[in-house]
């Protein structure tokens, strides 16, 4: 992946949650496990395509006879909720938040609402002005549409905003909306196989306002 540029200015910063905020692999991984085995499906496979998406998706793509995805996707959502063991922010996350004016980022998540605050908070992370979940929208990553409603409602062009993402998944709606990209790695075993530049975490990386022209990160 090619190094992080602070050439160019942005007008807002849009952040994915989990994976990228904050991470919560382990409790999102007990949860799906357990439900996993109870309903016969290989585990391995579906965590590997687990992250980024939201819940609903996910059991709808596994197309399983006799089972009520929207009810299952609300369990899953509740045991989640339940489970915030380990949730803690990706190193720097919440400097970098706190030298961000509330109207120039938000957040956009494949989360529902109740679990996003609920993981939010157990990180010790703020809450943002513009909070895009899983209710949101029609349809969910990868398709553009939750990056695409937070720009706007921020009041700017997605074209002229930052995405930063962990997963594939969110990698293409940040795309898809015509956004630049930044991968947050903290949370990979793996590199992924992105040409978007990347960085481990938020230590290195301090926002900086450009008079008149939108804001610049910083890589110090």
Same mark, same amino acid.
């Given at each position: 992946?090619?190094?992080?540029?602070?050439?160019?200015?942005?007008?807002?910063? +849009?952040? @994915?949650?989990?994976?990228? %905020? %904050?991470?919560?692999?382990? =409790?999102?991984? !007990?949860?799906?496990?357990?439900?996993?085995?109870?309903?016969?499906?290989?585990?391995?496979?579906?965590?590997?395509? +687990?992250?980024?998406?939201?819940?609903? @998706?996910?059991? !709808? =793509?596994?197309? /399983?006879?006799?089972?009520?995805?929207?009810?299952?996707?609300? &369990?899953?959502?509740?045991?989640?909720?339940? @489970?915030?063991?380990?949730?803690?922010?990706?190193?720097? =996350?919440?400097?970098?938040?706190?030298?961000?004016?509330?109207? !120039?980022?938000? *957040? *956009?998540? #494949?989360?529902?609402? $109740? +679990?996003?605050?609920?993981?939010?908070?157990?990180?010790?992370?703020? +809450?943002?002005?513009?909070?895009?979940?899983?209710?949101?929208?029609?349809?969910?990553?990868?398709?553009?549409?939750?990056?695409? %409603?937070?720009?706007?409602? %921020?009041? *700017? $062009?997605?074209?002229?905003?930052?995405?930063?993402?962990? &997963?594939?998944?969110?990698?293409?709606?940040?795309? &898809?909306?015509?956004?630049?990209?930044?991968?947050?790695? &903290?949370?990979?075993?793996?590199? /992924?196989? #992105?040409?978007?530049? #990347?960085?481990?975490?938020?230590?290195?990386?301090?926002?900086?306002?450009?008079?008149?022209?939108?804001?610049?990160?910083?890589?110090?």
């Amino acid at each position: 992946m090619p190094a992080f540029s602070t050439d160019r200015t942005f007008a807002a910063f +849009l952040f @994915d949650m989990d994976g990228t %905020l %904050l991470s919560s692999i382990a =409790a999102a991984e !007990r949860v799906w496990t357990a439900w996993a085995g109870r309903h016969g499906v290989d585990r391995v496979a579906l965590l590997a395509h +687990l992250h980024g998406r939201r819940a609903i @998706d996910t059991i !709808r =793509a596994l197309n /399983l006879p006799g089972v009520d995805a929207e009810a299952e996707a609300a &369990a899953i959502t509740q045991a989640e909720i339940n @489970d915030v063991g380990g949730v803690e922010p990706i190193a720097g =996350a919440a400097a970098f938040l706190a030298n961000l004016p509330a109207d !120039r980022w938000a *957040v *956009v998540t #494949s989360a529902p609402r $109740a +679990l996003a605050e609920r993981r939010m908070a157990a990180a010790g992370l703020p +809450l943002p002005a513009v909070f895009i979940t899983a209710e949101d929208v029609v349809t969910g990553k990868p398709a553009p549409d939750g990056y695409r %409603l937070a720009a706007t409602r %921020l009041g *700017v $062009a997605a074209q002229n905003c930052l995405v930063f993402e962990d &997963a594939p998944a969110g990698i293409q709606a940040g795309e &898809a909306a015509g956004a630049a990209v930044v991968v947050i790695s &903290a949370t990979h075993q793996q590199p /992924l196989n #992105s040409p978007h530049p #990347s960085v481990t975490s938020y230590g290195d990386l301090h926002p900086e306002a450009i008079a008149g022209n939108g804001w610049r990160i910083r890589h110090i």
